[in-house]
């Protein structure tokens, strides 16, 4: 969960930022605080494009809560897989290191897999403001039992209030489109085009024109 994670270090940090620190963050050795996984690995845990991750991951660098080491292999010819250093990661009591490594990278991988869950109903932008919602909560120290159900109900509510503005767009576009009607535009009828007529007629050919009808 995010209280696995440094607070000083998420309230740095927001929407697909937090995302890729907790994907990289999932490969680490917290004894050395150090992570080995290769780009397209942490695009396939995302569903991103390798292009966002290493955007996200320059951001993290440049926000100082992450290194990136890179180093060529002369026999292979190519790039080693990136190792990555975690800055400002509090580490715990080595008596209680193993219990914490085990529970954290548990609570992590719950998160990532409620994240997934979510993005199939609701689309990432929903569940990535859901997340924010859910560090804010956390800073405020508010109690939470059940994360899933924490996250559904604010994507769905989200969901709801994005829905309502699109139908009031709707409806605005809708009055718009429809013409109104105008005492310009109206048809006339025959009252109306008799006494356009008759207007200018004089008293006596008034009453020829009511002899002729009869």
Do not use: W
Request: glycine share 2%.
């Amino acid at each position: 969960m995010y209280a696995s994670i440094d607070h000083q270090i998420l309230n740095r940090l927001h929407g697909l930022e937090i995302s890729t620190y907790m994907t990289i963050k999932k490969f680490a050795n917290f004894t050395t605080m150090k992570a080995q996984v290769g780009i397209r690995r942490i695009s396939e845990e995302m569903g991103v494009s390798k292009n966002t991750v290493l955007k996200y991951i320059n951001r993290l660098i440049d926000k100082k809560v992450l290194i990136k080491h890179t180093s060529y292999n002369p026999t292979k010819k190519e790039y080693d897989t990136n190792t990555y250093i975690f800055v400002g990661v509090v580490q715990k009591e080595k008596k209680s290191s193993a219990k914490s490594e085990t529970k954290t990278k548990k609570n992590e991988m719950i998160v990532l897999d409620i994240r997934k869950e979510l993005e199939e109903l609701y689309n990432k932008d929903i569940v990535n403001k859901a997340l924010v919602a859910l560090r804010k909560a956390l800073d405020n120290n508010n109690t939470i039992i059940d994360i899933k159900a924490y996250l559904s109900k604010i994507c769905s509510n989200i969901k709801l209030q994005i829905d309502l503005c699109k139908t009031r767009e709707k409806k605005k576009e809708s009055q718009k489109s429809k013409k109104s009607v105008t005492p310009h535009n109206r048809p006339f009828n025959k009252f109306h085009n008799f006494k356009q007529r008759t207007d200018s007629m004089s008293s006596e050919e008034l009453e020829k024109l009511v002899r002729k009808k009869r």
